[in-house]
């Protein structure tokens, strides 16, 4: 995934963030809550493993400092700070991310599906209740990983998107999140994760193959390796 490809998925997201405030996200909230989405165990439990594997149960940040501490470690050996380095883009771009979203759910204290529909308050107002729906948490943590790893390592995007695909999905599905609320920590993860780009002038880790003329006149095949640099 590319700078401009992740920039496209800010413009997108946020289209279809306001699309689903006005028209989406109601229909599907009332949609979940007539087949009792909110008891799903496939969703329920997949979203408890994920939050065990990212260490929710031993804090909040516990993987962000993982993959800080990890990328201090390695700056100590010359030839692993290339790993520092993408290790560090990943963990402040997450974290930064992780932030913004937070900040945000005290600016719009968002009611969750579940709480309007207890009230039986369709309007508007759920954007001024004491709330803290808008943007996703999860969405955010999960996507803030998803945007630096994908530009990172572009040929493993698609296995990449099949977490937050499923914390985005699991969110809405048990009416936690409006689909609104993980558009949103879409946009905010991708338009984190270009400020970062900028920040940290990284570029993806691939292997490249170059054609070099050989001693015979052939052409031969030779793997460059690219890596981030700072």
Known sequence: MNRRQISYSILVSLALTFLSIFFFDQPVAAFVQRVGGRSSAILQQGTSLL???????????ALTYALLTAGLILFAWKCTRSA??????VACAQFATRIAAGALKSV?????????????????????????SFPSGHGAHFWGLFFPLAFLFPRYRSPLLIIPLFISVARVGVNDHWCSDVLG????AAAVTLFF???????????AR??????SGKKDIRILNVYPQC
Not at 56 to 61: D, E, H, R
Not at 109 to 132: T, Y
Not at 197 to 207: E, H, N, Y
């Open 84 to 89: 520092a380095w993408m290790l560090l883009f």
């Open 185 to 188: 920590s879409i946009a905010i």
């Open 51 to 61: 939050e065990v594997i990212s260490g929710f149960p031993i804090a909040k940040y």
């Open 108 to 132: 719009f204290e968002r009611l969750r599906p579940f709480e309007v529909i207890q009230a039986g308050n369709w309007d508007r107002k759920f954007f001024s209740g004491h709330g803290n």
């Open 197 to 207: 780009i900028w920040l940290f002038r990284m570029k993806p880790a691939q292997t």
């Open 210 to 215: 170059e054609p070099i003329a050989g001693n």
